[in-house]
């Protein structure tokens, strides 16, 4: 894993402070999230499609989840999230972009005791973003090769734009898409927008690690071929390792390591199944392999990670299988 640099380091210090106007449209999101959830941890579900807002107010150690594609954005507090050997920290009015589906570990952090975390997360339409990018007038940017599905960087006053909604849901089904496509238009002309369009453009490096991404989620627990994989989305084996691990941050081995063993955790967690059938549903053969992975993973082997979860359980404002990108 690679280490944090100074810079990042530092901002987790002391956070940099917002300019005049972020920083009011941040207190603006604060006081909205806080009126939505009632001051009651968890997610809560607005009347804007996709949009859902977040309260953590007793965070926990980091958890291991599935990203999809979303934007999300902090108000308070910050997060910290690993992806292979990447590290990503982004704090109040920065906002995560996750345009594949990626195996993520991460852990929210508190400004003060007295101030929860308090995010928005919008999931990322993929064909919205293709429809854009076939407008003739959206302005040309240089294509670039595959790259991270997931970065930082910041937006503000569209996403306020689209909360506000949430108190006057009359407006939504008029003004939710206008301002989501403008909140789209944002990401794309902006900053690292060259990567969100990526998965949108035909036969693209990255829609291939997409379309392969796709299948492998389906097919997890089965033996990989990575001659099959590449075949698949017609590139070569060589090719399709690089930009899988661009794309991912890691190999597609790893990828569907990370997947095998939270679909394991999730049965034995959430449906109450034993550790050798989790173990043989995704595709271990043997017990003992699996559970050194697995301890390596979490933290701990996979009995002793079910009593400890079972003993959290109520009490564990993250969810025990389950950390969404806001």
Known sequence: MSDETPEIAAAIAQPMPLEPELDEARKELVQLINRITRGQDGAVETPVAGLQVYCISKPDRPKHAFATPALGLIAQGSKRIIVGDDIYVYDPMHY????????????????????????????????EIGELIGDEKLPAKANAPASRGMYVNRIAMPVLRLLRLVETPEDVPIMAPLIKREILYRLLVNGEGARLRQIALQDS????????????????????????????????????????????????????????LQEARRQMLMTGVDVASAAHSVGYESPSQFAREYGRMFGAPPLRDKQRWLGEAGNDSMGAVSMEAA
Not at 102 to 114: A, D, F, I
Not at 206 to 214: N, W
């Open 96 to 127: 995560l972009v996750t345009s594949v589906d990626l195996p993520v570990c991460g852990q929210v952090r508190l400004t003060s005791e007295n101030e929860p975390y308090l995010g928005v997360r919008l999931e990322l339409a993929l064909d």
């Open 205 to 260: 490096h990255t829609q291939r690690i997409t379309k392969a991404i796709s299948a492998l989620r389906v097919n997890y627990a089965q033996s990989l071929r990575i001659e099959d994989m590449a075949r698949a989305v017609h590139m070569s084996v060589s090719s399709f390792h690089h930009h899988f691990k661009a794309v991912t941050a890691m190999s597609p081995l790893q990828y569907q390591k990370q997947l095998r």
